[in-house]
């Protein structure tokens, strides 16, 4: 079966590891030679590890391991486990007393439906590494998926359950884009050419009916009835084009396009959207706005397919639950 998922890519092994609870996890993407790398971040509340040595200025040209992580600020710890793993294999920027493993990283906040479990840490890193493969990458609530859900104006016991989706897309050219995406969103995700709502904030804790968020933000002045920060959709494209630390940067920015046609609203204050973008490969004299551009329409498919691959978990409602399997399956593609 053809991969249709971002380990299509060379070089690019993916590992995920769960917490006893099943409640939250991490995704750790491996980059066997390491990778120029950009990032860019919209959202207005960040969990991020690393990212400034992606500074286009800075010294460093490579990375050579992204992790997604739950657990909130306290996830952070997680890159130390991925470092430790590298480390332990001579992967790393070289100096003259040993290797020094690049790794970067953010974070979604998964507290409140994983409040009586440990978030991850170093040692879950350590497994995400272990598990790395360049099979398919599994999707729905796996690695940091499991603790992701969407659609938080009312609160939690109102969301529904997010999850993490893969996606890679081929042109004639021979440029392929693929995309990894962990949806934990304040806002609804929605079909773009519908319009539908996929999942979201429902209108009571039993109900089987949408809200629609941007419509009731319409009548209000303030957010309430949800723990600020309790969000972030975190994206990673990667491309097999040959491109450096300031073009990527740029291609990360366009790449937010596929999450602000897919979820809605997006990138609000109490979101931390950050999406980092790799370059893998050496295709030459490809133009970063063609990158970009399929890049957005990469991550908004994952998007989807994260919602659709997600199960109900921590009593929370899944998309496939509240449509017809045959309608489900349809959409995500399979």
């Given at each position: 079966?053809?991969?249709?998922?971002?380990?299509?890519?060379?070089?690019?092994?993916?590992?995920?590891?769960?917490?006893?609870?099943?409640?939250?996890?991490?995704?750790?993407?491996?980059?066997?030679?390491?990778?120029?790398?950009?990032?860019?971040?919209?959202?207005?509340?960040?969990?991020?590890?690393?990212?400034?040595?992606?500074?286009?200025?800075?010294?460093?040209?490579r990375?050579?391991?992204?992790?997604l992580?739950?657990?909130?600020?306290?996830?952070?710890?997680v890159?130390?486990?991925v470092?430790?793993?590298?480390?332990?294999r001579?992967?790393?920027?070289?100096t003259?007393?040993?290797?020094?493993?690049?790794?970067?990283?953010?974070?979604?906040?998964?507290?409140?439906?994983?409040?009586?479990?440990?978030?991850?840490?170093a040692?879950?890193g350590?497994?995400?590494?272990?598990?790395?493969?360049?099979a398919?990458v599994?999707?729905?609530?796996?690695?940091a998926?499991?603790?992701?859900?969407?659609?938080?104006?009312?609160g939690?016991?109102?969301?529904?359950?997010?999850?993490?989706?893969?996606?890679?897309?081929r042109?004639?050219?021979g440029?392929?884009?693929?995309?990894l995406?962990?949806?934990?969103?304040?806002?609804?995700?929605?079909?773009?050419?519908s319009?539908?709502?996929?999942?979201?904030?429902?209108?009571?804790?039993?109900?089987?009916?949408?809200?629609?968020?941007?419509?009731a933000?319409?009548?209000?002045?303030r957010?309430?009835?949800?723990?600020?920060?309790?969000n972030?959709?975190?994206?990673?494209?990667a491309?097999?084009?040959?491109?450096n630390?300031?073009e990527?940067?740029?291609?990360?920015?366009?790449?937010?396009d596929?999450?602000?046609r897919?979820?809605?609203?997006?990138?609000?204050?109490v979101?931390?959207?950050?999406?980092?973008?790799l370059?893998c490969?050496?295709?030459?004299g490809?133009d970063?706005?063609?990158?970009?551009s399929?890049?957005?329409?990469?991550l908004?498919?994952?998007?989807?397919?994260?919602?659709?691959?997600?199960?109900?978990?921590?009593?929370?409602?899944?998309a496939?639950?509240?449509?017809?399997?045959d309608?489900?399956r349809?959409?995500s593609?399979?």
């Open positions: 079966m053809e991969n249709t998922t971002l380990t299509a890519l060379d070089g690019i092994r993916v590992g995920h590891a769960e917490t006893n609870t099943g409640l939250s996890g991490c995704t750790v993407i491996l980059l066997d030679q390491g990778a120029p790398a950009g990032v860019d971040i919209r959202g207005g509340a960040p969990g991020t590890y690393g990212t400034e040595g992606l500074n286009p200025i800075h010294l460093v040209d990375v050579h391991a992204v992790f992580t739950g657990g909130s600020a306290f996830g952070l710890t890159g130390d486990g470092r430790r793993y590298l480390k332990s001579n992967v790393g920027f070289q003259e007393y040993g290797v020094v493993p690049i790794v970067c990283g953010a974070v979604i906040f998964d507290l409140g439906i994983n409040q009586h479990g440990d978030p991850p840490d040692d879950l350590i497994r995400a590494c272990e598990a790395a493969t360049t398919p599994e999707e729905g609530c796996v690695g998926g499991c603790g992701a859900t969407v659609g938080k104006l009312l939690l016991d109102h969301a529904m359950k997010g999850g993490l989706g893969s996606c890679c897309m042109n004639p050219s440029l392929l884009v693929g995309s995406v962990v949806v934990n969103p304040f806002g609804d995700v929605v079909d773009r050419r319009g539908r709502i996929l999942a979201g904030c429902r209108t009571a804790p039993e109900s089987r009916d949408f809200l629609d968020s941007q419509q933000l319409e009548d209000r002045l957010l309430r009835g949800f723990s600020s920060g309790q972030t959709v975190l994206g990673v494209v491309i097999n084009a040959a491109l630390k300031t990527l940067t740029k291609v990360a920015q366009m790449a937010h596929g999450l602000a897919s979820i809605v609203p997006c990138h609000t204050q979101d931390g959207d950050t999406v980092f973008a370059s490969g050496h295709l030459q490809v970063v706005s063609i990158v970009g399929l890049a957005a329409q990469c908004e498919t994952a998007v989807v397919r994260a919602v659709w691959a997600a199960t109900s978990r921590g009593g929370l409602p899944a496939r639950d509240l449509c017809p399997p309608q489900a349809d959409r593609g399979s």
